[in-house]
């Protein structure tokens, strides 16, 4: 069983920043693409950003120059730093593993962004 362990998330004010970190498989880590996504309530799972397993990173508009995502092949994970938060960041953020056409996701980790 594939698990991948979130980490990070919390309340912030607008404008604040926060952290989320995905510890993956290490055996699978660097064959894979990998992404976090986000729920906001009443609305549908939306990526937020990916990065394939050669590096390359791909971001959704609305948090194209405030969030980044990155790999560390020392520890392991991939992060997503978020900066300029705002309240439509609100969701629950879930990172995912793509690998030869699954996907595996982790649980979720709340983002509250207070205006």
């Known amino acids: 069983q594939v698990q991948l362990v979130e980490s990070g998330g919390g309340l912030v004010q607008a404008g604040g920043s926060l952290g989320l970190s995905c510890a993956a498989p290490?055996?699978?880590?660097?064959?894979?693409?990998m992404g976090w996504y986000r729920q906001a309530p009443g609305k549908q799972r939306e990526l937020v950003a990916l990065?394939?397993?050669?590096?390359?990173?791909n971001y959704a508009d609305s948090v194209k120059g405030r969030f980044t995502i990155s790999r560390d092949y020392a520890k392991v994970t991939v992060d997503l730093q978020m900066n300029s938060l705002k309240p439509e960041d609100t969701a629950v953020y879930y990172c995912a593993l793509h690998l030869r056409g699954i996907d595996y996701w982790g649980q979720g980790t709340q983002v509250t962004v207070s205006s």
């Open positions: 990065i394939t397993r050669d590096g390359t990173t």
């Open positions: 290490g055996g699978m880590f660097s064959t894979s693409d």
